[in-house]
């Protein structure tokens, strides 16, 4: 058994060796891919907060704060595992910390993306979906088809997104560890990607037809609002558990791209390429998320081409830097 001293001098010895004078970072041989990306993504983040702050984002320095000490975590973090590979906790939090943070950069987006731009730019991308199409996608399909079993199919169909995330990592994790690993580090660069585009691209989507959002002036002014919703449909479980999810989750301006849609290409990716049986399954389920996206007016049809294309961009850029660091 290890005496108490010798855990304390253990500890302190970590404590000292996990914060390296500026020339050793280099050398540190124990970060992977996802983990500079992800204190690459704080830093970035971080200097924009410093920069740009300036009658923009209230309490900045707490936000500034927070990625200083975040960046701080999880290089000691990294360090620990390194010092106790056996110990679980520890390895648990190494490998699966980028997927705590998911939910604190998508919340963070909604206060930074006014930074850059004054106002959300919802009146554009509905002229341009009006130029495309001639009305509104978001809006007609759901008149179109409104039908309980269909409104439901399709809210389960977007609901299916926490799904795809969740069981493609689970099943990666429990086949092969590399294959989650590589899974995980992918799917970090496709968020970050998307949350750093809402703060220089801020759209709402068509929540602005029926939700009331503070930042949008004249809001009232916008054709359909106030949207109504078919009667009908508004009992349905799978509506009821979206509309849960987006009233105590959903950040304004965190449209375009669509993250559901680019992140729904990953995981489909890397079923087709390490899950085989489901692969088809999986392509079938991600086509109708793509269409639940407008059914159920929380993106507009251009917001789901964006996410395409970034998947399109993202995936081949995300493999290429992932063998290089790798």
């Not at 010895?13 to 050398?27: A, E, G, M, Q, V």
């Not at 300036?54 to 975040?70: E, I, K, S, T």
């Not at 709402?204 to 106030?226: K, N």
């Amino acid at each position: 058994m290890v005496s108490q001293p010798g855990v304390a001098v253990a500890m302190m010895t970590i404590l000292r060796n996990s914060f390296p004078r500026f020339s050793d970072w280099p050398k540190l041989s124990d970060y992977r891919f996802i983990d500079y990306a992800t204190q690459f993504y704080l830093a970035v983040v971080g200097l924009l907060i410093l920069i740009f702050h300036d009658g923009h984002v209230n309490y900045w320095y707490l936000l500034l704060a927070g990625h200083v000490a975040v960046m701080l975590v999880v290089h000691f973090l990294i360090r620990m595992h390194t010092a106790f590979p056996n110990a679980r906790v520890v390895a648990f939090l190494r490998f699966f910390y980028p997927i705590l943070l998911y939910a604190f950069f998508y919340e963070e987006s909604k206060i930074l993306n006014l930074m850059f731009i004054d106002g959300y730019l919802d009146k554009f991308f509905i002229r341009l979906e009006e130029r495309l199409f001639g009305f509104q996608p978001s809006v007609r399909f759901m008149e179109a088809l409104p039908y309980l079993a269909v409104s439901e199919f399709f809210y389960m169909s977007y609901f299916s997104y926490y799904i795809m995330i969740s069981g493609v990592g689970l099943a990666l994790y429990l086949q092969n560890r590399g294959r989650f690993f590589h899974y995980i580090s992918i799917m970090s660069v496709t968020f970050y990607l998307c949350y750093l585009a809402y703060i220089f691209l801020p759209v709402v989507g068509p929540l602005v037809f029926y939700t009331s959002v503070e930042a949008f002036p004249d809001q009232a002014s916008l054709p359909y609002y106030p949207l109504e919703f078919p009667h009908h449909l508004t009992s349905g479980l799978f509506f009821q558990i979206m509309k849960l999810i987006y009233h105590y989750f959903e950040s304004h301006g965190a449209a375009f791209p669509s993250s559901h849609v680019a992140v729904a290409l990953c995981t489909l990716y890397f079923s087709w390429r390490y899950l085989p049986r489901i692969r088809y399954l999986h392509l079938g389920a991600v086509i109708f998320l793509c269409l639940s996206t407008v059914y159920c007016r929380y993106h507009y049809v251009v917001d789901v081409f964006a996410g395409v294309a970034a998947t399109a961009m993202i995936l081949p850029l995300g493999e290429y830097l992932y063998r290089r660091i790798r």
